[in-house]
């Protein structure tokens, strides 16, 4: 399998819009990989994580045929994961000779984008998700796991493990340290190959960042309670994303104390093989 990331920001993106706090003044100055879009994700070029309002920006920087994209797993209702409106893209008279979009969301982003999928037509649609049932995406070339994340309950949270040509992945972008039946529901499911954190927090020098979202600290608990639970292990590659700058890091400044510790720090373009 492969992940590209898109977008490796929180809601306000990095530097954040309007600010003028020192993270976001540095990581403008610094530029590059400091300089981050909305969080959003695309598997082996055909599976997408999450569809925010930066979807346009991203398909035009990337080069992305997103003619071929047909599925779209979608953590969580919050904007910076789903902007629903722009779903209306995919509908004939806006775009063309593309396959029929299918998104996978639980209850409010379920709510969120059937208005939208219902009048696209051409065999658009969104199959609502639960956390605990698993289902076939992409043809069935995916098998997907929806399990609870901890992050605002209103949003129908998810975090997903997914299983594709005999890898497994874990996306878990919105959510806290795992509630336990996640920890469960991912030891049935099966060892991870690659696992994606949420770090919000960056290095957690701002808070304790254990509930809504995590930091390098909290990551480093949870994958050790992984790595105990036998679904993780040395070998599992492992990435941390969705900064903020109310994490306090920049990339630059997060970048050799994560890597120091086997984390991956992501960037907007980043690509991973595992
Ligand atoms: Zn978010
Ligand atoms: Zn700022
Ligand atoms: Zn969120």
């Known amino acids: 399998m492969k992940i590209q990331y898109f977008g490796t920001a929180a809601y306000e993106g990095v530097p954040a819009l309007f600010c003028g706090c020192d993270v976001c003044r540095r990581s403008a100055a610094a530029g590059g990989r400091n300089l981050r879009t909305r969080q959003q994700a ?38 910076d994961h789903l902007y629903p409106d722009d779903a209306e893209i995919a509908a004939h008279g806006y775009s063309y000779g593309h396959l029929p979009l299918h998104f996978y969301a639980a209850k409010d982003g379920y709510e969120k984008l059937r208005p939208f999928t219902d009048k696209m037509g051409g065999g658009a649609g969104v199959t609502l998700v639960e956390s605990g049932r698993q289902f076939f995406a992409a043809g069935g070339k995916y098998r997907v796991l929806p399990l609870p ?21 874990l996306y878990a972008h919105d959510t806290g340290v795992f509630p336990e039946e996640t920890f469960s529901g991912l030891q049935k499911f099966g060892r991870l190959d690659f696992i994606s954190f949420d770090c919000t927090g960056c290095l957690g020098e701002s808070g304790d960042w254990r509930r809504g979202h995590m930091s390098l600290k909290t990551v480093k608990e949870v994958f050790a309670k992984l790595c105990a639970l036998g679904v993780a292990d ?3 590659v492992k990435a941390v994303s969705h900064f903020s700058h109310n994490g306090g890091q920049t990339y630059d400044e997060m970048r050799a104390s994560a890597e120091a510790e086997g984390y991956i720090v992501a960037y907007d373009g980043l690509e991973i093989a595992f």
């Open 42 to 79: 695309l598997v082996d070029g055909v599976l997408l994580f999450d569809f925010n309002a930066d979807t346009v920006c991203h398909a035009q920087k990337y080069a992305v045929d997103f003619s071929k994209i047909g599925d779209c797993l979608i953590t969580h209702s919050h904007c």
């Open 234 to 236: 040395e070998f599992t």
């Open 149 to 169: 994340a901890d992050h605002d309950a209103a949003s129908s949270p998810v975090v997903y493990a997914v299983e594709g040509g005999g890898k497994r992945m």
